[in-house]
């Protein structure tokens, strides 16, 4: 952590980073996007080393964010934490979470000679670079959220990645400090193998246990033997309390007790997000009313149970982008007395092109509660058949209206909401981004 660089490292160094800012610049200044790449891109180019020449100078360390579904809500809360207590964080915030994205965050921070002045360094990190950035980051604390299937088109089987995970945590130094969620077996089991430092987040509300085993699950047999696990209950997905009745494998003790910790954002979901930023914080040494203080005022990142007023309407955006994600956003509909819910599903790069992923979602639930249903996307007519089969009868009390073109479909959702109820827009991740564009008049990256 803060270590010097060389003379001759900091000549090239500082060529790299005033190439990247003169790209940014340009790239800004003709309203061509956010530049949360292409700099990061370019520089490397020039040093191959810039990730590790940038991340040594943080002074008290890098905090790698990874995971499935999470990253950029937990990294935005802790990121809040460190801030409230007056530390320097530099956070990818714009969610490019690949190594050029990396590199263009740290990048931002830094001054025309490369010199990078920050305190903390919190990096939301996509889940199959992990193995390739480590070494060079050297993170003081790794936070590990969950893992479950997405971009079928992209990735493996999650056992798969959680191999390739442990294989690289398990040679850093023993003073790193890893922090995997209890409640999911695959990390669970990843915990008890490293020889670094772990502590675990997770929940132990019994009252939160779902009624049965979701059909999106991805991970019910022991990661140990392959033993069918014993669940006593689960929160989402594979998310619970479990052990193997064969090798004794069972979830590792949290450090925290979940119910002792409040959240402002709805979704349980939000709730492992929560205790996983909370975990983090005290390990820094965070005290705990500033926690508290924090998560009590605590606003959503862009698309993740994001709250807008439009037209004096209230609109809650839940990123919805893989079959364990739209299942928790269709709970938190299904749980409210609204009945106005746009479903919007794209195929592009960031979204994953295979959208078969819509037959694991249970939106059967959605369809059985009735209401508007507004569809919309690049696969509108894939979701729309995914809705009607959805349901039990013909003569089921749901309104289905089908509008390829998105803005009309956000108007016509608008205006089927009463004024006192709230829409729901379960997006994935391209179409949030226009669908904010079109609510807010302004594009997020």
């Not at 802790?78 to 590199?103: D, P, Q, W, Y």
Request: with cysteine; net charge neutral; proline share 4%.
């Amino acid at each position: 952590m803060g270590n010097k660089i060389q003379f001759i490292d900091r000549l090239r160094l500082g060529f790299a980073v005033s190439v990247a800012k003169s790209v940014t610049f340009i790239v800004r200044s003709l309203r061509l996007g956010a530049a949360s790449v292409l700099p990061g891109s370019i520089a490397r180019r020039i040093e191959p080393r810039l990730l590790q020449l940038l991340s040594q100078q943080v002074k008290n360390g890098v905090i790698l964010i990874a995971g499935t579904n999470g990253k950029t809500t937990t990294a935005l809360l802790l990121c809040t934490i460190l801030e409230h207590k007056g530390f320097r964080v530099t956070h990818n915030s714009t969610g490019a979470n690949l190594e050029n994205g990396l590199m263009t965050a740290l990048l931002e921070s830094t001054n025309l000679l490369g010199t990078l002045n920050t305190d903390y360094a919190i990096l939301e990190v996509d889940e199959n670079i992990v193995p390739r950035v480590l070494k060079p980051l050297q993170p003081r604390i790794i936070l590990c959220l969950n893992l479950f299937r997405d971009q079928l088109d992209r990735y493996g089987e999650v056992d798969t990645i959680s191999k390739r995970w442990t294989k690289v945590i398990s040679t850093l130094p023993t003073e790193t400090v890893v922090i995997p969620n209890a409640d999911d077996p695959t990390l669970s089991n990843l915990g008890q193998q490293l020889p670094q430092r772990v502590l675990f987040f997770g929940l132990n509300e019994p009252e939160h246990y779902l009624e049965a085993i979701p059909h999106a699950v991805d991970s019910i047999y022991c990661p140990k033997c392959g033993h069918s696990l014993d669940y006593k209950g689960v929160y989402l997905s594979h998310l619970g309390d479990f052990t193997c009745p064969k090798c004794g494998f069972t979830k590792s003790k949290p450090t925290l007790e979940s119910s002792e910790w409040s959240q402002i954002l709805v979704g349980l979901y939000n709730k492992y997000n929560t205790l996983a930023a909370a975990t983090a914080a005290i390990e820094l040494g965070v005290d705990e009313v500033t926690i508290r203080d924090t998560i009590n005022t605590f606003q959503a990142a862009f698309g993740r149970a994001e709250d807008l007023v439009i037209n004096g309407k209230r609109v809650r955006i839940l990123l919805s982008k893989n079959p364990v994600g739209t299942n928790e956003t269709i709970r938190v509909v299904t749980q409210s007395t609204d009945k106005i819910t746009l479903l919007v599903l794209n195929d592009r790069t960031p979204d994953g092109t295979d959208v078969s992923w819509i037959w694991d979602v249970d939106t059967e639930k959605l369809v059985e509660r009735g209401g508007t249903l507004v569809v919309s996307g690049d696969r509108v007519y894939d979701m729309a058949l995914r809705l009607r089969y959805s349901q039990k009868s013909p003569e089921s009390s749901i309104n289905l209206i089908v509008e390829e073109d998105l803005r009309q479909a956000i108007a016509t959702a608008l205006e089927h909401t009463p004024e006192n109820e709230t829409l729901h827009i379960l997006p994935t991740y391209s179409a949030m981004l226009e669908v904010r564009e079109v609510l807010t008049g302004r594009k997020i990256l």
